[in-house]
């Protein structure tokens, strides 16, 4: 069954620098989309990054310039790179795989999440 685990987040300053991975296990990564989420306290989910197959990657105007999403089909992982950190980019911080249904496609769980707080 597919599995995706979100890791690497933790306490950093402002302006600091963190790495989150996400780790694929029971399926194989390489023919997903992924994008990573985040969700702070009184706001919706809201999508940060996504990498395709190609891998084609976009990025929220709010991180972009500041954050990169890549992926490593070797060791099947996907990961945000997240540079000069801001406090309200505070959050849960999700990666989910984008699966085709046949008539579209959507977003195929959520896992735990891995919290990112930025503070002095």
């Known amino acids: 069954q597919l599995q995706l685990m979100e890791s690497g987040g933790g306490l950093v300053q402002p302006g600091g620098s963190l790495r989150l991975s996400c780790a694929a296990s029971?399926?194989?990564?390489?023919?997903?989309?992924i994008g990573w989420f985040r969700q702070a306290p009184g706001k919706q989910r809201e999508l940060v990054a996504a990498i395709s197959s190609g891998p084609t990657t976009n990025y929220a105007h709010f991180v972009k310039g500041r954050f990169t999403i890549s992926r490593d089909n070797a060791k099947n992982m996907v990961y945000l790179q997240m540079n000069s950190l801001k406090p309200e980019d505070t959050a849960v911080y999700y990666c989910?795989?984008?699966?085709?249904?046949?008539?579209?496609?959507?977003?195929?769980?959520w896992g735990p999440g891995t919290q990112v707080t930025v503070s002095s």
């Open positions: 989910n795989a984008l699966v085709d249904m046949g008539y579209g496609s959507t977003w195929h769980g």
């Open positions: 029971g399926f194989t990564l390489d023919y997903y989309a």
